[in-house]
């Protein structure tokens, strides 16, 4: 894992996303697992910007979602798919066969876990993955726990996930998610952490500095070497 401090988050988002482009130069149909949410949006910004600009770098790439919340359907503002949707799929124009998605309204998330880990064991590990930190730990919806499911699953919220800015207009936040596991992720070649904001510099100096432990399961990054933590200076402090 290394650390790489720049100024705001504009700056993160543009070398998150040259990080990234030079990867895919190398692998045009690289797997890639993408997160929702504010953390990735300068990556995902800086990505339609280039998209646009030379069409064609992206065609080939297979995108994966990272999590999203169980009970909230893919139109909501609130779930990860309408997020990713506008930010970063849209802008691509990524077609339905290069995005491995999952149904938040599965009347048996069971099976559509079982559906989802076929597909991924089909298509084999991901390549590379975009990833958000959790004030408390939490990768994805990996919440800390004594344990952590090492492949996707459904995933019970912590109740400082519960809280995310996301949901906030929910009448009644979820308890469940959808979620890659830490194995799935630890797999890939390429990590791309974006850290930005004084909120998140609590959490960034315990993945700096902590012990590896499932308490924090962002810890467990510490030994991936191709983990790459792009913080701005607020995140970072000194």
């Known amino acids: 894992m290394t650390l790489e401090v720049l100024p705001d988050p504009t700056a993160v988002g543009r070398r998150a996303a040259q990080l990234l482009q030079q990867f895919v130069a190398r692998r045009p149909a690289a797997r890639v697992a993408v997160a929702a949410g504010s953390s990735p949006r300068p990556l995902y910004a800086t990505l339609a910007g280039t998209a646009a600009a030379v069409p064609g770098d992206w065609a080939e790439v297979r995108w994966i979602k990272l999590d999203e919340w169980l009970g909230v359907p893919a139109s909501d503002p ?81 109740a400082e996930s519960r809280t995310h800015s996301m949901l906030l207009d929910l009448p009644a936040p979820p308890t469940h998610g959808l979620t890659l596991g830490l194995a799935d992720l630890l797999e890939a070649e390429l990590l791309l952490l974006p850290v930005t904001g004084r909120s998140k510099r609590a959490a960034l100096q315990r993945l700096l500095q902590g012990p590896l432990s499932t308490a924090f399961p962002a810890s467990l990054l510490q030994g991936h070497r191709g983990c790459r933590v792009l913080a701005d200076h607020a995140a970072a402090g000194q």
């Open 78 to 158: 609130a779930s990860c798919e309408d997020d990713l949707r506008r930010h970063l799929l849209t802008p691509l124009q990524v077609p339905a066969t290069r995005w491995l998605t999952f149904d938040s309204m599965a009347p048996d998330p069971a099976a559509e876990v079982a559906r989802v880990r076929r597909a991924l064991d089909a298509a084999g590990p991901l390549d590379a993955a975009v990833l958000g930190l959790g004030l408390n730990g939490h990768l994805g919806m990996n919440d800390p726990a004594p344990e952590l499911t090492p492949r996707f699953h459904v995933a019970e919220l912590a």
